[in-house]
């Protein structure tokens, strides 16, 4: 079956542009992780869905980033006014429910890649 | 503060067993240790958790202590595409915030 698919793969932009990176999850899946990598770091939390609704978006570093899941399926991370600190690796992961539980396990997909000039 | 201390790098050779050690000496007694694993270029994966027992899949097995302070990952047979970076975290069953830190980059030698 589809794993969690990231696109685009790569985007690369310039300092105060705004981004879109889209991700969509597994389908059933009603969870759904999105994270930041930075180069040489682990992934870090930004935001959590539980279906439409954004039940934790405390990783959200600033208010140039929002994210959006209105059909409790696709989501799309929204950046604005990019800037060169934004670059990094973002993740999203989806589980079946909400949280980690024995049976709800994150899947993540392979990233998106923003690199801003 | 890091939950969990791994050592930063580790070499292992192609079809011996892969022991790689994580100290979690604050582990609280309703927090699982779940390790993930994330090959180059590709999103992390689950590999196990474990609360208190000694835990076993297809992947691989994951050893606490009896005092839970720390947890060995075993892989029994690696392989080149066991080469990855091995994160060990510690976290509440009904906690949805994976909390990685640098994790350790295994590499496995021909």
């Known amino acids: 079956g589809a794993g969690v698919s990231q696109t685009p793969s790569n985007k690369v932009t310039e300092k105060g542009k705004y981004v879109e990176l889209r991700c969509d999850p597994i389908s059933g899946h009603t969870a759904l992780y999105w994270y930041r990598q930075s180069l040489g770091q682990g992934p870090e939390f930004l935001i959590y869905f539980q279906g439409t609704g954004a039940a934790d978006d405390s990783g959200l570093p600033n208010d140039r980033f929002f994210a959006v899941r209105p059909e409790g399926s696709v989501s799309t991370l929204k950046i604005q006014r990019t800037e060169r600190g934004d670059s990094a690796v973002y993740l999203c992961?989806?589980?079946?429910?909400?949280?980690?539980?024995?049976?709800?396990?994150?899947?993540f997909g392979p990233g998106t890649r923003l690199t801003v000039l | 503060d890091a939950k969990t201390t791994q050592p930063t790098s580790m070499d292992c050779a192609e079809g011996r067993a892969a022991n790689l050690p994580c100290n979690h000496s604050t582990i609280s007694g309703n927090e699982y240790v779940y390790w993930y694993r994330q090959i180059h270029s590709q999103g992390p994966q689950y590999i196990i958790h474990g609360l208190k027992n000694n835990e076993t899949n297809e992947m691989a097995s994951l050893i606490i202590t009896e005092d839970r302070k720390s947890s060995t990952l075993i892989l029994p047979h690696a392989t080149l595409r066991d080469t990855a970076v091995y994160y060990c975290?510690?976290?509440?069953?009904?906690?949805?915030?994976?909390?990685f830190g640098a994790g350790t980059t295994v590499t496995v030698r021909a």
């Open positions: 975290i510690v976290s509440y069953s009904n906690d949805y915030k994976l909390s």
């Open positions: 992961a989806s589980s079946l429910g909400g949280g980690i539980t024995s049976t709800d396990t994150q899947y």
